[in-house]
Structure formats: structure tokens, C-alpha cells
């Protein structure tokens, strides 16, 4: 089993639609946890950091379950724009990726 | 502020042949990694540096592959001899001590023929 692990996807979605990625972790001393997305042919780059209190940036949030040890994003109003992959990392001293989940959202 | 580079961008090479990847990370970061990507395999975290020490080199794949970090402001990947897996996007990624969050360069995309 991986250390972190993410919804297969491909996720294809219209414009305007709500969707949620959830990622699992195995490692119970995770103390960091981040969501990043990453554009075909790019570098990952940081898309927000997950709180045990849950975090909300415009239309993305961002939820840590401890005890069940997953992560969720959740995007509101999906746009064009929004077309990446998103990666899960759960760090324990040392970051660990998930393979990431494909969104495509259409017109 | 300029944020991690990488050179070379591309690099096409072939069977055999020794190959350098360089990274400069953002200044004052205290911890470099590099990762390796590959549709069949994903990121995966071949070595990673604090203070220009490796602690922790458990993903480089075989003898052939090597890194340094000579000075807080330079570090190299070497594989010699290269070998067509090796074909893939090579990242360089630097954090600061207080915090997880990484920051990635551009990458160096190596085909190995």
C-alpha cells in the first residue's frame, strides 16, 4: 500500500461544477499536510496548506480528517482555468506525493 | 526573488554518456530535494539535503546516480553511465527550516537515448 493515496481520476467536469478529490495517508505522526497542483509540462507548485480546522481560499477548501486520516479539496464553481493535476502531500519530516488526481473541466 | 533554477532545461543525451543536472536554491532555504517524475511512476524523492548535508539518499535508484551540495547555493544530480530509463523530468525543490512547504524549479527534461 502507498503512503498517500488519491482518487484515480481522470476527473472531466463542466464549467461551473462542484468537485472534490480526497487523498488517504498512512503514516498516523503526519504532521504537515498540502495540496498542490500541477500544470501539464510545469513544476508542482503549492495550492494551499490543510489545517485541522479546515481552510477556505476563494473557491477552494480544504479539509484534514486526523482520525480517518484523509484529506479533501473541494473546488466550487469550477472554471477552464482550473484544468491541472492536484497533488496530495502528507509530510512526516519528509514530504511524501501522491500521484495525483487529472482535472479537465470543460466548456 | 528568484525562485529555484535548474539548468539545463532540456537535456538530450545518449546511452552511456555521463549527464549533470544543476539546481540553485532560493536563498536562505537550509533543505534541498530532488525528485524525478515519470508517467509510470509518478514524483518520487530521490535524495534531499539540510544544510549541504544528504540525509536521507534511500530513493537514489542505483550506484549510478550521485548528487553533492558543495555550498548552500549549488547542488548536482550526476548518473554515469546514463541509461534510457533514466528518461524523465528531474526536479530540484528547496523549503526554509520553519516550514513543509517546497518550492520547485522548472525541471530538467532528460532523454536518454
Known amino acids: 500500500r502507498k503512503e498517500v493515496e488519491q482518487d484515480p481520476g481522470p476527473f472531466n467536469v463542466p464549467e461551473g461544477a462542484t468537485v472534490a478529490f480526497n487523498c488517504t495517508y498512512s503514516?498516523?505522526?503526519?504532521?504537515?499536510f498540502f495540496w498542490y497542483r500541477q500544470d501539464c509540462r510545469k513544476e508542482p507548485k503549492l495550492l494551499m496548506s490543510?489545517?485541522?480546522s479546515g481552510n477556505e481560499d476563494g473557491r477552494f477548501t480544504a479539509q484534514l480528517n486526523r482520525a480517518s486520516q484523509y484529506i479533501s479539496l473541494l473546488i466550487r464553481d469550477s472554471k477552464l482555468s482550473d484544468s491541472a493535476t492536484y497533488l496530495c502531500?502528507?509530510?512526516?519530516?519528509?514530504?511524501?506525493f501522491g500521484d495525483g488526481t487529472t482535472l479537465t473541466v470543460k466548456p | 526573488d528568484a525562485g529555484v533554477i535548474q539548468s539545463p532545461r532540456h537535456e538530450v543525451t545518449e546511452m552511456g554518456q555521463e549527464v549533470t543536472l544543476r539546481c540553485k536554491p532560493i536563498s536562505g532555504h537550509d533543505y534541498l530535494f530532488w525528485y524525478r517524475q515519470t508517467m509510470m511512476r509518478g514524483l518520487e524523492l530521490l535524495i534531499y539535503f539540510n544544510n549541504n548535508v544528504p540525509i536521507d539518499d534511500s530513493g537514489m535508484p542505483e550506484d549510478r546516480f550521485s548528487a553533492k551540495m558543495p555550498n548552500a547555493s549549488f547542488s548536482t544530480l550526476k548518473i554515469q553511465p546514463s541509461e534510457p530509463r533514466d528518461s524523465a523530468v528531474y526536479f530540484c525543490?528547496?523549503?526554509?527550516?520553519?516550514?513543509?512547504?517546497?518550492?520547485f524549479g522548472p525541471g530538467t527534461r532528460l532523454t536518454v537515448l
Open positions: 503514516n498516523s505522526a503526519s504532521q504537515s
Open positions: 502531500v502528507v509530510s512526516a519530516g519528509k514530504s511524501t
Open positions: 525543490a528547496s523549503n526554509g527550516a520553519s516550514t513543509d512547504t517546497q518550492y
Open positions: 490543510v489545517y485541522s
